[in-house]
């Protein structure tokens, strides 16, 4: 099964930030990942697909990037609105594996 | 507008059996692969199985052999067969079509 490592599980930054996520995918998955939003009491949100694709109706702040077993996940302006938990997915191969959360909170 | 409602969760005791049933509306379940997916209380998300629109289906390791993933489409409905449960299905299940629309999760409890 394809492991995906994401980091960090926690991250604490101030409204305006760049903020950074990463994912790194065991094994080459070329560009087969998805990156989701996902607020407490709520179904995740997907925001990116083939790791660089913007989901329509998702601000333009929010990118991705990578391939092959790296991958990263940017909000260029942190805004109130994005205090969530961010997941990334790979769907190359199933089992169609998550990585383990990074929880964004407000400084 | 797409919509996909789940149902069937609840509490069972370990062993037991339940069925999930998401029913959709808004497109056509059969054209579409769908899958489960399910998160433990305060966990990650966990993926679950999905069916592809040829019929293909896969499951996670963690329940393969106990749960199956079917639709009817006539009813144009997704279901999870879960049987054998552990105290470790214990989660919310939702159903998601292609990881862009999804349901609003049904909460699984197996315990004694």
């Given at each position: 099964d394809i492991q995906m490592t994401q980091s960090p599980s926690s991250l604490s930054a101030s409204v305006g930030d760049r903020v950074t996520i990463t994912c790194q995918a065991?094994?080459?998955?070329?560009?087969?990942l998805n990156w989701y939003q996902q607020k407490p009491g709520k179904a995740p949100k997907l925001l990116i697909y083939d790791a660089s694709n913007l989901e329509t109706?998702?601000?333009?702040?929010f990118s991705g990037s990578g391939s092959g077993t790296d991958f990263t996940f940017t909000i260029s302006s942190l805004q109130p609105e994005d205090i969530a938990t961010y997941y990334c997915q790979q769907?190359?191969?199933?089992?169609y594996t998550f990585g383990q959360g990074t929880k964004l909170e407000i400084k | 507008e797409v919509q996909l409602v789940e149902s069937g969760g609840g509490l069972v005791q370990p062993g037991g059996s339940l069925r999930l049933s998401c029913a959709a509306s808004g497109f056509t379940v059969s054209s579409n692969y769908m899958s489960w997916v399910r998160q433990a209380p305060g966990k990650g998300l966990e993926w679950v199985s999905v069916i592809y629109s040829g019929g293909s289906t896969y499951y996670a390791d963690s329940v393969k052999g106990r749960f199956t993933i079917s639709r009817d489409n006539s009813k144009n409905t997704l279901y999870l067969q879960m049987n054998s449960?552990?105290?470790?299905?214990t989660a919310v299940y939702y159903c998601a079509i292609k990881y862009r629309d999804w349901g609003q999760g049904t909460l699984v409890t197996v315990s004694s």
């Open positions: 065991s094994q080459d998955i070329s560009n087969y109706g998702v601000p333009s702040r769907y190359d191969k199933p089992p | 449960l552990r105290a470790e299905d």
